[in-house]
């Protein structure tokens, strides 16, 4: 079954920290992987997205890495800022027949407080 | 401004009536989505159209049925609104229908359902 995991489910941080959002997922074959950053009552944005042959893509403060390997992504903040309070969601392509459809995780919920 | 519109923004529907929200982007995409956001859960894909005239069922079509006219409109409607489809409903645009490519997903504002 195709599967998406993230973690921590919340993560409260104070502004100018940084903070490390981690993505498990089970999809195989793997074509690539997306984040999107989610404001609350607002719809999903893409920030990146990677490709099997992508270690590490930068987006200004956000950086995501790939390992294919172990079938693992993290979404990397640097220097955070109170905007940067929102949902980050990991998304997959479904595998096979579904290569039309996606696969999202549930999101982490990130609060950056001052 | 280019993008995806939703109408209405909110709305709260008696369980039994007939509703349809409503779907527009400008961008010239060919595929288009419906996706339903719940509380604890990923988003998921009810139903969607990788091209005007064809249409597909996603992980949770029942209760739902789309139309795709054109390029640019693809209304979703509830025959008949039950309170589990209280949700938050996200229509969703890309260049084309397959997703293993950088083909990007498009997002609108969202419609927030409540059936009572």
């Known amino acids: 079954k195709n599967q998406v995991e993230q973690s921590p489910q919340s993560l409260i941080i104070l502004e100018g920290k940084n903070c490390t959002l981690q993505?498990?997922?089970?999809?195989?074959?793997?074509?690539?992987l997306r984040w999107y950053k989610q404001d609350t009552g607002r719809g999903p944005v893409s920030l990146t997205i990677?490709?099997?042959?992508?270690n590490t893509k930068s987006n200004g403060r956000y950086t995501a890495t790939l390992d294919a390997d172990t079938k693992q992504s993290s979404l990397h903040i640097t220097a955070s800022q109170l905007s940067d309070s929102a949902s980050y969601i990991c998304?997959?392509?479904?595998?096979?027949?579904?290569?039309?459809?996606?696969?999202f995780g549930k999101g982490t919920k990130l609060s950056v407080i001052p | 401004i280019a993008g995806i519109t939703q109408a209405p923004t909110s709305q709260i529907l008696a369980a039994g009536r007939r509703m349809t929200l409503r779907c527009t982007q400008d961008?010239?995409?060919?595929?288009m989505y419906w996706y339903r956001q719940d509380l604890g859960l990923g988003l998921r894909l009810i139903h969607y159209?990788?091209?005007?005239?064809?249409?597909g069922k996603g992980e949770v079509p029942d209760g739902y049925s789309v139309s795709r006219a054109n390029t640019d409109d693809f209304p979703l409607t509830l025959a008949s609104a039950v309170p589990s489809q209280t949700s938050v409903y996200f229509c969703?645009?890309?260049?084309?229908?397959?997703?293993?490519?950088?083909?990007?997903?498009?997002f609108g504002p969202g419609t927030r359902l409540t059936v009572l």
């Open positions: 998304v997959v392509p479904k595998s096979g027949a579904g290569s039309y459809q996606l696969t």
């Open positions: 961008m010239r995409h060919n595929a």
């Open positions: 993505c498990n997922y089970t999809v195989s074959p793997f074509s690539n």
């Open positions: 990677m490709t099997f042959s992508e």
């Open positions: 159209s990788n091209t005007a005239g064809t249409t």
């Open positions: 969703a645009s890309a260049k084309e229908g397959r997703v293993t490519s950088y083909n990007e997903q498009f």
